[in-house]
DNA sequence: CGATCAGTTGACAATACTCAAATACTGTGG
DNA sequence: CCACAGTATTTGAGTATTGTCAACTGATCG
């Protein structure tokens, strides 16, 4: 929680509402919630928690993307989420085992709002359908890391990519054009290997006529190969 | 949900109770679990459920074990869980998404108490200790995944294996010996490799003097090795 | 008792990592 | 606004862990 400010500003009720994880809350209980929260702020590279340090609370984004990942004792990470603005992370430590099980630095300048353990447990034992809300935000967690446990297993490296490119794809919607949204040592990072063999595969990809690359704007050329490389997960 | 029978028989509201799940809920309210709970058997390697059914309800296993595991095209599979009796699985489909996001297969003959989902929810929505409860389930389910992305990604096979050697230790307490609680041909597919090359890694770890193999019970020798293996994921 | 399955071992192939170096970018301070 | 330092990206060469294929043994189960 180095380079942390708290601000004290705007109606966080509104906004609050807005969220997936608070959709359908009521007035009064979400006025609980804002009274609770603190907003605060933390530059691109800031570490907002490590392994293991105990979880008083747990953050939503406002502004900026937020990465929560593992570190190996050598140093190499494996990003496990990438958390952009209405999204919540450290909530696990919130209702088991009360320390952070990874690790969370600001990819951006933040803007965070901070959820305190007790008084937000307080909060959910008295309102069920925020605690549904919890529920499903956790389960969605738990599907998301299946999937991810499943192509680290299951699928190789040209597999695991060409599924992110098609996620991107359809999150984007815009034609066969996309953006990576992360730099190319961070997208390895997310994907388990390393910008080494990322690059190589791009390139590959690129000269088997999959995609076009220009930079982080990729053009998807032949989205039907594309789709069976992430399908069976190998060339 | 092939080869299934439902039984009529016990009183399930102690045994619920005394499950992690179910831990501290009223009588009332437990009394209400089991109105709408159902046992069911099932033979071993029965199929509980495949990855896409539509999830009505979850799972408690009374007795026996059950594999949770997701397959790729080409038959090879990655256990995501092996669920022991008292513990719960199924949940995610219930709370997000209504289908399941992986296979369950009876590793031996089960007796099983399946939760339909309207009703369960309909609990939930009544009963915030209840959810509270299950939030810690599933927090903790993240916690697990996290720490199985970590070893997939960051470790290698024998990092992996000896840290399982030594859960399993911890697990079993019985001094230095273990027994692997699955065949080795399972124990691979948790540890997200083949038999081949388990077998190989166990004699390495064997010849070098970290364990001592007699079939599936294994005698640790040098737990400060092992510990060191696991640590750093690698040789 | 035959058949299927689990486990082991060997030879080989291949994906992916390591190390190294060259080039392109980025952001910052002068 | 430019120069510089520190990153990011790419490419090459070599290595290594792990997967594939195949054969063989031993155990288990009808």
Redesign the pocket.
Known sequence: MVNMVVDKDSPLVEWLGATSLFAGVEGEHLWGLSGIAMVVSCKRRANIFSEGDPGNGFYLVKEGRVKVFMLSP?G?EQILHVIEPGESFGEVAVFAGQSFPAHAVALENCRLVFLPREDFVALVSGNPALALNLLAALSQRLRQFAKMIDAL?L??????LAAHLLYLGEKQAAGNRLH?E???????SLL????????????RLQRDGFIS?E??EITVIDQQKLAELAEIG??
């Open positions: 050598d190499k297993s699928k190789e490296v040209p597999g695991r990576l992360l730099s190319k040592t961070q997208l390895a388990g290997t390393i910008p080494e063999t990322l690059s190589r595969i791009l390139s690359i930079g982080a190998k060339f």
